[in-house]
């Protein structure tokens, strides 16, 4: 039994970061969006515009998807040290931007349905009303724009805990010149921002169909634009889906983070990594576990220090293997990291 504190050798699993401002300005977007989704589908659905409808629908995506946001970030928060969640809640937000990229592809399958029935069997529209609402809803989309962008991809997190030694780097023989390019992205408000964006398009949209339409006379641009719409946030979504699904598969770790760890470890004495895995905690926090063999083992302290300058680097372990045999190094077989 040991009577000792053992706080030096046990690490903290809390890696998220302060999203309180992107937390609160999500909901404010969440009641705008809320709003002006009601009155874009009662004026659609009177006035008789697609491009208006096809907004107002995919608006009431977006009040879920802003609800799943808001959700992602309390759950995160709530559970933060649960230690039923074995690396923390750091992926939380992730799977939060994976899900409503989701119901952006769900937006995109209906938006399409309804205008090809629109461009083949056209309706009435009273445009000038239509366009009055479109431009309500582009302002507000736009206005949303602003409240998000602010934190977008440029979050201070004074909370990270992403080395305890991060505000002391060495920087001596062992820095290699990694230089970590480390802009923190939040995913779940990513996923947020990019609905916004979506909705200040198919606004834009569907003010272009209809004042062709209230002054050419193109009526079938209206559902053309609510195709042009579908392609556009298709897009979208397909980025933001494959962004969010290799963190959430521990995938897609770049080679120079790769080489930066095994640098720092084999240019010390005969040190050799045999085995390395490399995954995201959260988008901003980095976990390794590495085994290496060499003729001189030192105390896994001594490696991890050797680390220091790779900031993303939040939880690591290491197996020190020492080698007796003189043909050890002989032996080695290089590891494709």
């Not at 609402?133 to 805990?161: C, E, F, T």
């Not at 085994?291 to 001189?296: A, E, G, R």
């Amino acid at each position: 039994m040991h009577n000792h504190s053992h706080e030096q050798w046990q690490h903290s699993h809390d890696f998220l970061i302060d999203r309180q401002q992107a937390e609160r300005n999500t909901k404010i977007v969440l009641l705008l969006t809320a709003i002006t989704m009601v009155a874009e589908v009662i004026a659609g659905s009177i006035f008789g515009s697609m491009a208006l409808l096809a907004d107002g629908w995919h608006m009431a995506t977006h009040v879920a998807a802003f609800g799943i946001t808001v959700f992602a970030y309390q759950y995160a928060r709530r559970h933060a040290n649960n230690p039923a969640f074995t690396f923390g809640t750091g992926k939380v937000g992730v799977l939060g931007g994976f899900t409503s990229a989701i119901a952006l592809g769900v937006v995109v399958f209906l938006m399409a349905i309804e205008s090809a029935g629109r461009l083949f069997h056209p309706e009435r529209i009273q445009f000038t009303e239509a366009i009055y609402v479109a431009i309500i809803g582009l302002i507000v989309n736009l206005a949303s724009a602003l409240l998000l962008q602010d934190h977008h991809g440029h979050d201070h997190y004074p909370g990270h805990h992403a080395h305890e030694h991060d505000d002391h780097h060495d920087h001596d023989h062992h820095d290699h010149s990694y230089h970590a390019h480390n802009h923190p992205k939040d995913h779940n408000l990513q996923a947020a921002y990019v609905h916004v964006l979506a909705d200040a398009l198919t606004s834009v949209l569907a003010i272009v169909a209809l004042c062709a339409g209230k002054f050419l006379g193109w009526v079938w641009l209206d559902a053309v634009m609510g195709f042009v719409g579908a392609a556009v946030i298709g897009r979208w979504a397909y980025g933001l889906v494959r962004e969010t699904s290799v963190i959430l598969l521990d995938g897609g770790i770049d080679k120079q983070t790769r080489l930066a760890i095994v640098t720092a470890i084999e240019d010390e004495a005969d040190n050799q990594v045999v085995d390395l895995h490399v995954w995201n905690l959260s988008p901003h926090h980095l976990a390794a576990t590495i085994s290496l063999v060499t003729h001189t083992p030192h105390p896994p302290e001594h490696y991890k220090s050797r680390l220091k300058h790779i900031p993303s680097l939040a939880h690591v372990l290491i197996e020190v293997n020492a080698c007796q045999a003189e043909s050890c190094r002989d032996m080695y077989v290089p590891q494709n990291f």
